[in-house]
């Protein structure tokens, strides 16, 4: 999943509405967030192999510390227990867990069984992207019930507040795009290289989320 990911955190702040949307998307993305810091160090590892899927050319060979079962309900609770031991805001300590959580179980729907549920242990995974016609389907409904959820809920404070909120919406159907109809990349390093560019949607999340006001605090 990519869009899917977001697609939870949209729909989450209006349930949260004092959690920034940044950490929200930081909650639904941080597997991934992890996944090439790991993969550059050498502790996980992808390989290129064009026709894994019908979706992606990668083939995750290892990555039990970013994305095992295990793991994902460690980070999950380390995330939401520091949020709350700084904000107090249970409502949104608890979204933050189902946003890490949620990230592997859509992953589970999305991969083949390459989903480790402990290091070392059985691997999971329904094919999703054997199909790239129900990908796109599923995918982009859900991103559509996102987008419309978070914009329904909240209002824009400004002119920033507006049209940072549809750019990004765009940014990243143009990326969804550019993934299914692209080229395989170089190798899994540059994979993982291109993967840090992530780490720049949270701060976009909460710079479109300060110039944005809920309906309900």
């Not at 999943?1 to 993305?29: I, N, Y």
């Not at 054997?130 to 982009?140: K, M, P, R």
């Amino acid at each position: 999943m990519f869009l899917g990911h977001f697609a939870v955190a949209f729909a989450s702040k209006p349930a949260a509405p004092r959690t920034s949307l940044g950490t929200l998307v930081a909650a639904v993305s941080l597997l991934d967030l992890l996944w090439p810091v790991l993969v550059l160090t050498g502790l996980e590892t992808v390989r290129v192999d064009p026709g894994n899927t019908r979706v992606t050319p990668l083939d995750f060979v290892s990555y039990p510390y970013s994305h095992s079962l295990a793991f994902v309900a460690l980070w999950a609770l380390l995330f939401a227990g520091l949020y709350y031991a700084r904000t107090r805001y249970r409502r949104g300590s608890i979204l933050i867990a189902v946003g890490v959580m949620s990230h592997w179980a859509l992953d589970v729907v999305s991969h083949r069984p390459d989903m480790p549920l402990f290091p070392g242990g059985a691997k999971i995974g329904l094919g999703l992207w054997n199909s790239l016609a129900a990908t796109i389907a599923v995918e982009g409904a859900a991103f559509a019930l996102g987008v419309w959820l978070y914009t329904r809920g909240t209002r824009a404070n400004d002119r920033v507040g507006r049209w940072s909120w549809w750019a990004l919406v765009v940014v990243l159907l143009l990326i969804y795009a550019g993934n299914l109809a692209g080229s395989p990349p170089s190798s899994a390093t540059a994979v993982a290289a291109l993967a840090l560019a992530a780490w720049l949607c949270p701060l976009w999340a909460w710079w479109i989320d300060r110039h944005r006001a809920t309906s309900r605090a």
